[in-house]
C-alpha cells in the first residue's frame, strides 16, 4: 500500500460521523475549503482512490470495534461471530442515519426492509380492528377467550360472574 495522504485521516473521520453532528462543516465542499482546497474535486479523487479505501476500510472498522460493539449490542458479545457483529453495526448505522434524515440510507433501509414493514402496515389498515378504540377491541379480544379462561380471571380480579340467563 502507498503512503497516507495525512489528511485522508480526518477525512475519513470526518465521513463516518453523522451529519447531524458535523457541525459548522457540513458537506465535502465545506470540508475541502475548511481544509485548504479550493473545492471538493480533491476529495471525489480521494474516494476513486484504491489506497484511500483501503486505509477508509481500515480505520472503519478500527472505529466500528472501539465504539459500535459497545453501544450495539446488548446480548454477550462472545456468542456473536464477527460476521454478525459487523452486520449489526452496519444496520444500526444505516437506521441511525435514516432517522436524522439521510435520504440516501432512508431509501436504502427501504429497499431492504420496507417490503416487510409495508405488508404489515398493509395489513394493519384492512384490518377489521384497525378502526376499533382500544376499549371496543378489548372487548372482541374477550369475546375470542374461552369462557372458562375468561370467567377464571375475572374472579380471581374479585369480581363476581354469573351464567347468562336464556
Not at 465542499?29 to 489506497?51: I, L, M, S, Y
Request: proline share 2%.
Amino acid at each position: 500500500m502507498a503512503e497516507n495522504n495525512p489528511k485522508w485521516d480526518e477525512y475519513i473521520l470526518w465521513l463516518a460521523t453523522p451529519e447531524h453532528e458535523r457541525g459548522t462543516i457540513a458537506n465535502e465542499e465545506q470540508w475541502a475549503k475548511a481544509n485548504g482546497f479550493a473545492d471538493a474535486r480533491t476529495t471525489r479523487r480521494w474516494k476513486k482512490n484504491p489506497d484511500f479505501l483501503e486505509r477508509q476500510m481500515t480505520l472503519t472498522k478500527t472505529l466500528t470495534a472501539k465504539v459500535g460493539a459497545v453501544a450495539i449490542f446488548e446480548d454477550d458479545e462472545s456468542t456473536i461471530n464477527g460476521e454478525e457483529r459487523d452486520y449489526r453495526v452496519v444496520k444500526s448505522k444505516l437506521i441511525e442515519s435514516a432517522k436524522t434524515g439521510n435520504l440516501k440510507a432512508q431509501e436504502l433501509f427501504m429497499k431492504i426492509y420496507g417490503k416487510t414493514w409495508v405488508d404489515e402496515e398493509q395489513a394493519s389498515r384492512v384490518s377489521d380492528f384497525g378502526n376499533m378504540d382500544t376499549e371496543e377491541l378489548v372487548a372482541k379480544a374477550a369475546l375470542a377467550v374461552n369462557v372458562d379462561i375468561l370467567v377464571k380471571h375475572l374472579v380471581e380480579l374479585g369480581y363476581k360472574v354469573e351464567a347468562p340467563t336464556v
